[in-house]
T-cell receptor
Framework: AQKVTQAQTEISVVEKEDVTLDCVYE???????LFWYKQPPSGELVFLIR??????QNEISGRYSWNFQKSTSSFNFTITASQVVDSAVYFC??????????FGPGTSLSVIP | ETGVTQTPRHLVMGMTNKKSLKCEQH?????MYWYKQSAKKPLELMFV???????ENNSVPSRFSPECPNSSHLFLHLHTLQPEDSALYLC???????????FGQGTRLTVV
């Protein structure tokens, strides 16, 4: 069975603080994909990153960085120097094929000016 | 026009009404999806179409009926819905090689 856990339901930070969103996954498949999406108040989910199970390199994109660790089945997301525009719900997702993707429950991030 | 477009953005319907949600993608993808997002619940995959063939139906009640006439269009036909069906309905599209999905802005449905 596959599962995605985002233990943090809601997080509030003050602008310019760093924040890490946790994601822990479970799967028995050896080939899988991990994703992060952002859902701003407008409703649409915006794709942020995809990582496949064979690529454990961490990635940095501007103020965003991702830490993938297979040993702990985690794929955490860090926002550096947070901004008010980062306020949104963030979803971690796990997929073993295009038609088998499950989403975590999401973490609601509020960045306070 | 690019991306994934959903219409209408908001819909209020009575329990005896029949309505349809429309989704259109201009990304050249060959897989399309309907998701349901209810308050305080994880995103639920309802239907998956690949090359216009339905490949997944996660035990969705028959009052929801999808239609995929071509690879760019996806509909969700609604009839005799219940108040608990009120939710945000999201359409998405992707390739079929483990690629990321691109989502529309959703239809906020309220059943009264």
């Amino acid at each position: 069975a596959q599962k995605v856990t985002q233990a943090q339901t809601e997080i509030s930070v003050v602008e310019k603080e760093d924040v890490t969103l946790d994601c822990v996954y479970e799967t028995r498949d050896t080939t899988y994909y991990l994703f992060w999406y952002k859902q701003p108040p407008s409703g649409e989910l915006v794709f942020l990153i995809r990582r496949n199970s064979f690529d454990e390199q961490n990635e940095i994109s501007g103020r965003y960085s991702w830490n993938f660790q297979k040993s702990t089945s985690s794929f955490n997301f860090t926002i550096t120097a947070s901004q008010v525009v980062d306020s949104a719900v963030y979803f971690c997702a796990l997929g073993t094929s295009y038609d088998k993707v499950i989403f975590g429950p999401g973490t609601s991030l509020s960045v306070i000016p | 026009e690019t991306g994934v477009t959903q219409t209408p953005r908001h819909l209020v319907m009575g329990m005896t009404n029949k309505k349809s949600l429309k989704c259109e993608q201009h990304l050249g993808h060959n897989a399309m999806y309907w998701y349901k997002q209810s308050a305080k619940k994880p995103l639920e995959l309802m239907f998956v179409y690949s090359l216009e063939e339905r490949v997944e139906n996660n035990s969705v009640p028959s009052r929801f009926s999808p239609e995929c006439p071509n690879s760019s269009h996806l509909f969700l036909h609604l009839h005799t819905l219940q108040p608990e069906d009120s939710a945000l309905y999201l359409c998405a599209s992707s390739g079929t090689e483990g690629t990321e999905a691109f989502f529309g802005q959703g239809t906020r449905l309220t059943v009264v």
